[in-house]
């Protein structure tokens, strides 16, 4: 029996890369790479798309600092049927926008029959503050981040929740100029790098699935939003996506047992990333692995890490439509070299 194709799939987070740095606009790649391979492996970058989301079966949600681990053969990943999930809100948010999304975890409970347990406030605001580095990536900071970690951990000792899902009030005076550009689908989500700070801070502690919301005040209506960047104009909360990508994410594990559900990282055969973001954590780990890396040159990015300086041997191609069908060739057992019209004869190894 073969083993299952397993690809990873890439987005960085804050980067303003053409194909996933906007909410949930890399969700079609995932779909149509899902169908080419067993099991598809990405983070929420990818996958949420603020009310808007598509539950894939053998796709797997797992969280960036969790990617990092994973892709260094620290952390193995348990699918699961479902997770208890647990809610996590920032006590800086206002009474009326905190039921906003009191009334979102009900709605997907009743409607989607997602498990999810009572919720906590935090003890104090997180006071989050955002920040743009030189390069364009966004990045931010939490100024109480002992209080998520408690809030987080009243979620896991008395709810017993195994997932985290967390609502941070996030600033509203984002500089005009980025908000407008970003809109326009020219721009950096400003949002992104605070958000990956947030999840990464509760899995590092816990070791468990999470994922991060922020809460905002409605923007006024703008004619010219890109179609890209509309899934953030619908509604008050972008809290669905997020429960539904944490209820079934793999649980992470870091004793590899006999148990043959666990996937390690040595069993990835490709990773798919944009051309110009190959400096990340995980895709260096992979670099050194058996698994063949795919560069896609049109998801173009703010920052500019290719590969070649890197020493790093990839499969570069033009977009995800011709990744794809590299991708294809791979799980077939067909060399992508028999694909194309001229085919070097073999050499004599002296």
């Known amino acids: 029996m073969q083993k299952p194709f397993t690809t990873v799939l890439i987005v960085p987070t804050g980067i303003g890369a053409a194909i996933g740095g906007y909410a949930g606009d890399a969700l079609p790649v995932a779909r149509v790479m899902a169908q080419v391979c067993d099991r598809l492996i990405t983070h929420p970058n990818v996958l949420n798309g603020a009310q808007l989301y598509w539950s894939l079966d053998n796709t797997y949600y797992v969280e960036g600092y969790g990617l990092d681990q994973f892709a260094a053969g620290k952390w193995g990943l348990q699918p699961v049927r479902q997770n208890k999930v647990g809610l996590l809100l920032d006590e800086g948010i206002e009474p009326e926008l905190r039921l906003r999304h009191l009334q979102a975890a009900d709605a997907v409970r009743a409607t989607l029959g997602l498990e999810l347990t009572d919720y906590v406030i935090t003890d104090a605001p997180l006071e989050v503050e955002l920040r743009t580095a030189q390069s364009g990536a966004s990045w931010g900071t939490i100024g109480n981040p002992a209080a998520l970690l408690r809030g987080a951990e009243k979620l896991i000792t008395q709810a017993k929740a195994n997932a985290i899902a967390i609502v941070a009030r996030f600033p509203d005076d984002i500089d005009a100029v980025q908000l407008d550009n970003y809109r326009q689908g020219a721009g950096v989500d400003p949002l992104a790098g605070a958000e990956a700070v947030i999840s990464h801070l509760i899995v590092r502690q816990f070791q468990i699935p999470a994922a991060h919301a922020p809460a905002l005040c409605p923007i006024p209506v703008d004619p010219q939003v890109a179609p890209r960047a509309a899934a953030e104009e619908l509604g008050y909360t972008f809290l669905p996506c997020?429960?539904?990508?944490?209820?079934?994410?793999?649980?992470?594990?870091?004793?590899?047992?006999?148990?043959?559900?666990?996937?390690?990282?040595?069993?990835?055969?490709?990773?798919?990333?944009?051309?110009?973001?190959?400096?990340?954590?995980?895709?260096?780990?992979?670099?050194?692995?058996?698994?063949?890396?795919?560069?896609?040159?049109?998801?173009?990015?703010?920052?500019?890490?290719?590969?070649?300086?890197?020493?790093?041997?990839?499969?570069?191609?033009?977009?995800?439509?011709?990744?794809?069908?590299?991708?294809?060739?791979?799980?077939?057992?067909?060399?992508?070299?028999?694909?194309?019209?001229?085919?070097?004869?073999?050499?004599?190894?002296?």
């Open 242 to 350: 997020v429960l539904v990508g944490l209820a079934r994410a793999p649980q992470f594990v870091t004793n590899r047992n006999a148990n043959s559900d666990l996937i390690w990282a040595d069993q990835i055969d490709a990773v798919v990333i944009p051309a110009a973001a190959c400096g990340g954590s995980a895709v260096m780990s992979f670099s050194n692995s058996s698994a063949k890396i795919i560069t896609v040159a049109e998801n173009s990015t703010q920052i500019e890490v290719p590969s070649e300086p890197l020493g790093m041997k990839t499969i570069g191609v033009n977009s995800y439509l011709e990744a794809l069908g590299v991708l294809a060739a791979c799980r077939a057992g067909i060399s992508i070299n028999a694909l194309q019209p001229k085919i070097q004869s073999l050499r004599h190894l002296s």
